[in-house]
């Protein structure tokens, strides 16, 4: 009897489930009609216009219709164009301050630049939180004390006083390693002139400086062709800003196919910077000399304030943050410069008079001595800066009480993007800003102070100097060695001008840096000793 009871419960209880999911899906079939769905996408997209129109604090800031409704089409934009070149083209459409997204504006004017940079209040955005596969680090954090402890922590490395103890190992690693690789190339092609693509030599060579300075080393990937750490560097980067863009790449099941496809290099990378460390605490207690590099001056290092000393954790993970942020930047920033000079070869040939005037051909040049006696050359690394910077924009949170730029205030809790490229390209602070023109960086204080590409005020980069020694010793070396032409093929050269007749740059695409888009058919020169 209690069977047949129970067996009864149940089938009733089936029979009830079954008719329930009946009346469910039929009430789901007949709410997606075609019909139906269109007229709610229709009072979804009416609403969202009235708000944005209406109603958002952003309505009366200009900028383009639909950045007001989603954050698609910036996304999208992000992903299949250059964003430098559509913030450059949208600040010169709708003015200083616009809208990019439906909370979030880009800031463009380098005095509006500066005051965000300036301060830690102005927080960076929420994205750079999402990594959770190494250290809170100077790059990343959003704590401002870390921020500031780190800076304390590693700015003795990368100042000038740190980096003139390093520049025998950035020499060597640097345009000493390129130029015997250049003369390897012309003593092979048997006609005193050989075709190198730059871009790619730069990159693998800066790759070698940090590295070696880094993980204490001697790392020649331009010369033997390993590329092991080049694409440790590559899958590193790929997985922080996938995390960053997408977060769900934390969670399963896409953590499983983003760990399958980069999280064992990524592994390998740290384990190696980790037995670097071991490595050199043995060389170390044997009683041999501390070498100059970055990976003993991390480690020793120490904040004044708090003396606190970075753990080994920490060491490596803001080693392995400076070869993520600092190898591309510096190698697209020497790509492009040679490229401008290239398509102005009226300015090119002032820097080699400069240069070779200055120095006999043989002669190694080094910073402080190109420093001293090449300011044409140093104007026109600031002024490829200016036109082609390496960085994108730089998001930072409204603090409390909000913010007033141009006349548009800004609400706490929205996002403003400080636009490096438009800052840079702004017709208020630019004359002819489309035009390369060195000059305005001769003995022009208030010009470099305006230059964004490497950032302002508390976030500057801590690895400008860097940048500069190595951009400036490489090309004051190169233009001293070799001639340099563009081969009979190139599609950009300084005939293959705009409409306003100024030379097409060849274009860029949004990688680790702002980099050449098709650097093997763009970044080709024809070189031969002087």
Request: hydrophobic share 40%; charged share 20%; proline share 6%.
């Amino acid at each position: 009897m209690h069977h047949a009871i129970t067996n009864a419960v149940s089938v009733a209880a089936n029979v009830d489930y079954a008719s329930l999911s009946q009346r469910i899906w039929a009430i789901v079939a007949r709410t997606l009609r075609p019909s139906h769905v269109c007229a709610g996408v229709a009072v979804y997209v009416a609403w969202k216009s009235i708000y944005a129109l209406y109603i958002s604090p952003l309505r009366r800031v200009p900028g383009p219709f639909l950045a007001r409704l989603s954050r698609l089409p910036g996304l999208f934009a992000g992903l299949t164009r250059c964003t430098n070149d559509d913030m450059v083209s949208e600040c010169e459409k709708y003015g200083n301050v616009y809208v990019m997204e439906p909370r979030k504006v880009a800031v463009c004017h380098p005095e509006d630049c500066r005051l965000i940079l300036s301060s830690y209040s102005f927080v960076k955005d929420t994205l750079y939180e999402n990594v959770d596969f190494m250290e809170p680090n100077i790059f990343l954090t959003r704590d401002a004390e870390l921020n500031k402890q780190r800076r304390r922590q590693v700015g003795p490395t990368l100042s000038m006083a740190g980096l003139h103890k390093m520049e025998p190992t950035i020499l060597a690693a640097g345009v000493q390693q390129l130029m015997g690789k250049w003369d390897e190339y012309i003593a092979q092609s048997g006609g005193g002139k050989a075709r190198v693509c730059y871009y790619y030599d730069l990159t693998l060579m800066s790759f070698d400086i940090i590295s070696s300075l880094g993980f204490g080393k001697e790392h020649r990937s331009l010369t033997t062709g390993d590329k092991t750490i080049a694409n440790w560097v590559e899958k590193t980067f790929a997985l922080m800003i996938i995390q960053m863009v997408l977060p769900a790449v934390k969670r399963w099941p896409l953590r499983m196919l983003a760990n399958r496809l980069l999280r064992k290099d990524v592994d390998d990378f740290f384990t190696f910077g980790h037995s670097a460390i071991r490595e050199r605490k043995l060389h170390l207690a044997q009683g041999l000399p501390r070498p100059n590099d970055i990976l003993q001056s991390f480690i020793d290092a120490e904040d004044p304030e708090s003396k606190i000393k970075m753990t080994s954790s920490q060491v490596i993970t803001e080693t392995i943050m400076v070869l993520l942020s600092g190898a591309d930047t510096s190698s697209t920033a020497l790509a492009w410069t040679i490229s401008l000079l290239m398509l102005y070869p009226a300015h090119h040939k002032l820097v080699v008079d400069e240069v070779r005037g200055a120095f006999s051909e043989h002669q190694l040049i080094t910073f402080d001595m190109a420093k001293e006696r090449l300011p044409y050359l140093e104007a026109c690394i600031y002024e490829s800066l200016r036109l082609c910077p390496v960085s994108t924009n730089l998001p930072r949170i409204v603090p409390k009480g909000g913010i007033t730029l141009r006349g548009h205030h800004i609400p706490e809790g929205y996002s403003v993007a400080v636009s490096t490229a438009a800052a840079n390209m702004n017709p208020d602070v630019w004359d002819n800003p489309h035009l390369y023109d060195p000059v305005r960086f001769l003995n022009n204080e208030a010009n470099r102070r305006n230059l964004m590409t490497l950032s302002a005020g508390v976030r500057i980069c801590p690895g400008r100097h860097l940048v500069m020694v190595e951009m400036i010793t490489t090309l004051a070396n190169i233009f001293n060695r070799y001639d340099l032409a563009l081969p009979s093929d190139a599609t950009y050269k300084p005939t293959n001008v705009d409409k306003s007749g100024l030379p097409v740059i060849m274009p860029r695409t949004n990688l680790v840096a702002m980099v050449p888009k098709y650097p093997a058919r763009d970044c080709n020169i024809v070189i031969s000793k002087r």
